[in-house]
């Protein structure tokens, strides 16, 4: 079978202040057919999708981080502002109600298993 050519390749775009867990994310979701694109923290996250919303179908986000914000407040600003993107948080210390991410935006625990994120984005995109 053929990779899928960087253009057909779902893009998701990765929000994580620690470097060991975003680069262990961006392997899993590279390996898995997605293109990536990091930040560091949410003000860099908002940089990126200036240039490249239309490109990006998920917001992947932890919600703890240093900046302006954090990953709650990102998300409700990309639902806002860009609501075809779909919405994807993670912790490893909150525990957001439902009802508290936009858009019907999924949750994640940390630590998570590289399957279950993966179909997690899958289903999303899907949807």
């Known amino acids: 079978m053929l990779a899928p050519r960087p253009e057909e390749q779902p893009v998701v775009l990765l929000v ?3 470097p060991l867990v975003r680069m262990t994310a961006v392997d899993e979701l590279e390996d898995a057919g997605f293109r990536v ?3 560091a923290n ?4 908002l940089l990126v999708l200036e240039t490249c919303s239309d490109e990006v179908q998920v917001l992947f986000t932890d919600v703890d981080m240093p900046g302006s914000m954090n990953g ?3 998300a409700e600003q990309v639902f806002a ?7 994807l948080i993670s912790s490893g210390y909150a525990c957001p109600d439902p009802d508290e991410i936009p858009d019907h935006g999924r949750f994640i625990p940390k630590p998570y298993h590289p399957a279950t994120l993966v179909r997690q984005i899958h289903d999303m995109i899907r949807a």
């Open 16 to 18: 994580e202040d620690e």
């Open 37 to 39: 694109l990091e930040a």
């Open 42 to 45: 949410a003000d860099i996250a």
């Open 72 to 74: 709650m407040a990102l």
């Open 81 to 87: 502002r860009w609501p075809h993107i779909r919405l």
